[in-house]
């Protein structure tokens, strides 16, 4: 078996940085740092665990140690469970939510990254098998693949933003055109226009039209400004609280919120970066619609 | 977002006669100072928002 021990070291190894260098704590501040760090390293490092120790076992013809690695395996599942539940919790205190979808999302990010570690570990120790420098090779290159395609898609791929001018006709409050809602308070008027910001998002074609039209794409949007940016919000405002509201006419969509700082150069360069989630992908243009 | 219900709980105005007592309580006010003052009064009591229904009337809805 102590043939074994450096390619297993070796996939432990490089699972695990595959692990690191997927675990980012930007500035939406999940996982907390530095406990939900710790949590999900280890967890990182058993999968890195599970994924090397499969390829001797295979090459030893152990089929019971497989059978058992490939139940291992199936326990991740229960990573996404766990962050669930644990955003969910979190999200009830959110004052702008984030919402399932989103929250939906993240968790099945984490699951996967979880089978990413593991695969990284077994191709690895594969080739370290063969070879002590073929394995290096192969670690590296999977690493850069790790690295370079784990994102998916963001904001400014799918819409253009542009600034939408916040006016107010009697009480009822416009984006540019599109209708938000209607604000009975004086006060809350002058609030509203001397610092909200209005957004204007414009899908670029019939695919990005009908996944923006999903609530939790929008809710997400929300919440990545009002993370990064702040709000002018407490709990009991709800006049002031951020809302998106569609032309269902042409899917843009109008975002109206008050974030700390009133600038739209900022909220433009949140908004662009913001990931489109995988739920609120929808393909229309690839369908059969008999045209 | 999901599940959105509007409930109007108070409702303020000028004009008593536009208003028929359904549910929500009714304040008579004077002027539109006194119901713009009693409508804010509302709504930070009442952790609601206030709508314009016309220049007479607001209501306060609980969302």
């Known amino acids: 078996m102590s043939d074994y021990l450096l390619p297993v070291v070796m996939g432990v190894v ?5 692990r690191l260098l997927l675990l980012r704590t930007d500035f939406r501040q999940y996982p907390t740092y530095p406990t939900g760090q710790i949590i999900h390293l280890s967890f990182g490092f058993i999968a890195a665990f599970i994924g090397a120790v499969a390829t001797p076992a295979v090459l ?117 055109d599109i209708l938000i809602k209607n604000v009975g308070l004086a006060d809350t008027r002058k609030i509203i226009t001397d610092k909200a910001v209005g957004v204007i998002v414009t899908p670029r074609n019939q695919n990005g039209i009908v996944t923006l039209s999903y609530l939790g794409q929008r809710q997400a949007m929300l919440h990545h400004i009002a993370t990064v940016l702040g709000s002018y919000l407490d709990s009991g405002e709800p006049a002031l609280v951020p809302m998106t509201k569609r032309d269902m006419a042409d899917g843009r969509i109008a975002l109206f919120m008050l974030p700390s700082e009133k600038d739209f150069h900022q909220v433009r360069a949140v908004l662009e970066q913001v990931p489109i989630l995988d739920s609120a992908i929808r393909m229309p243009k690839e369908a059969h619609k008999g045209k | 977002m999901e599940n959105q219900h509007a409930e109007i709980v108070a409702v303020v105005t000028m004009k008593r006669e536009n208003v028929v007592a359904g549910g929500a309580t009714i304040f008579i006010v004077k002027d539109p100072q006194e119901l713009q003052i009693t409508a804010l009064t509302l709504e930070k009591v009442l952790d609601a928002t206030s709508h314009e229904i016309d220049a007479d009337t607001l209501i306060v809805v609980a969302h």
């Open chain 1, 14 to 18: 490089f699972g695990f940085s595959a």
């Open chain 1, 60 to 176: 030893e013809s152990d089929w019971t140690a497989v059978t058992f690695l490939g139940l291992a395996a199936t326990q991740f599942r229960e990573v996404r469970k766990m962050e669930r539940e644990s955003l969910q919790n979190i999200d009830a205190f959110e004052l702008v939510k984030r919402g399932i979808p989103f929250i939906e999302g993240m968790a099945q990010a984490f699951e996967s990254r979880n089978y990413l570690v593991m695969f990284t570990a077994l191709i690895t120790t594969l080739c370290a098998v063969y070879s002590f420098w073929l394995g290096i090779i192969g670690g590296i290159v999977l690493l850069l693949i790790v690295k370079f395609r784990k994102s998916g898609k963001v904001l400014q791929e799918i819409a253009d933003v542009s600034e939408g001018e916040i006016r107010f006709e009697g009480a009822t409050l416009f984006v540019d």
